[in-house]
Nanobody, 121 residues
Framework: QVQLVESGGGLVQAGGSLRLSCAAS????????MGWYRQAPGKERELVAT???????NYADSVKGRFTISRDNAKNTVYLQTNSLEPEDTAVYYC???????????????WGQGTQVTVSS
């Protein structure tokens, strides 16, 4: 089993930045891809960014150029640096992990509990 704990969410004004963290524990050797998803009120959960064990990254079009996903293997932590935040970025942000890389898109094996990001205009 793998446990994921997010942190770093909060309230920020439009144009501001936040760095979200996702600390992983447990059988993390089995994880080959991690991602960040978000869910806004009344909307479906959407994929924001992914990173693989080979450091390949992908981003949703809506966040390209503003968000950066990265990882620190020594700390077993994945980060999401969010810049130039917009009110439309307001959502609960979830960390996810997958044993097989393709599953990080849409069907991860593990989920965190989420962290709230609120962007005021």
């Amino acid at each position: 089993q793998v446990q994921l704990v997010e942190s770093g969410g909060g309230l920020v004004q439009a144009g501001g930045s936040l760095r979200l963290s996702c600390a992983a524990s447990g059988t993390i050797f089995s994880i080959n891809a991690m991602g960040w998803y978000r869910q806004a009120p009344g909307k479906e959960r959407e994929l924001v960014a992914t990173i693989t064990s080979g450091d390949n990254t992908n981003y949703a079009d809506s966040v390209k150029g503003r968000f950066t996903i990265s990882r620190d293997n020594a700390k077993n932590t994945v980060y999401l640096q969010t810049n130039s935040l917009e009110p439309e970025d307001t959502a609960v942000y979830y960390c996810a992990a997958a044993r097989r890389i393709p599953r990080v898109v849409g069907d991860p094996d593990y989920w965190g509990q989420g962290t709230q990001v609120t962007v005021s205009s």
